[in-house]
């Protein structure tokens, strides 16, 4: 399974970097804007934290197929030391997914996205999206967001289809844990889920408790 991480804040990204093991990041327009950064400098920025094995994934704005194209062969430019590792986002509008196609026959990698049923996900998959990210918690206002992200895993493994899941949308840590209890290849989490997926008040309880009882006992709050 893949741990990806949603966001564009690079202090965040090589925080969580180097306390956990991540696959990539994933980035789309509103969280680009959020960085308060220019589009460039802060993709640039992101490429200079992650290693030659982490995926970037950063999505396109245009809404027309033919400026779709534009916008996804300049997004596969800004990585093309290591075109195998920068996945340009489509979001599966009717453009979206001509669009898919035609990025396809050019070798670039490509994930479909803003997937609000399996339905949608499936006919990515069907025109060659490498990778689908459903909006698991997006879909709950429609539905049962973890049940239709598990029912498209579902029709992919069973057309044996190679499309990658990599859920997105969460607001909790249940979301996360029911698709990764059920096999899901990826999730991307943004920050504040993937904090409270590492802690636990009760952990620092504990670890307090054993400090404690070594000092009163050692005088000294390491083993030797
Ligand atoms: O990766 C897609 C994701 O960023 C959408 O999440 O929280 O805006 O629904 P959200």
Redesign the pocket.
Known sequence: MELIL?TADTQAIAYFNEYLTLDGV?T?P??ITKSGKDFNVVVNEILAILNDEQDLYVQVLSTTCADIVEEAKYIASLRKDNPERMYVKVPVSNEGLKAIKEIKKLGIKVLA?AIYTAEQGFLAALSGADAL?P?V??MCNFGDGVANTIALQNMLDINMMEAKIVA????NTDQVHKLIENGIQAV?V?TDVLTNMMNHPATDTAVDAFTADWKKAYGRTSLV
């Not at 997105?168 to 607001?171: L, N, Q, V």
């Open positions: 949603d994933t789309n509103s969280i996205t990210a909006y918690n997006r997105a949308s969460f607001k991307t943004p």
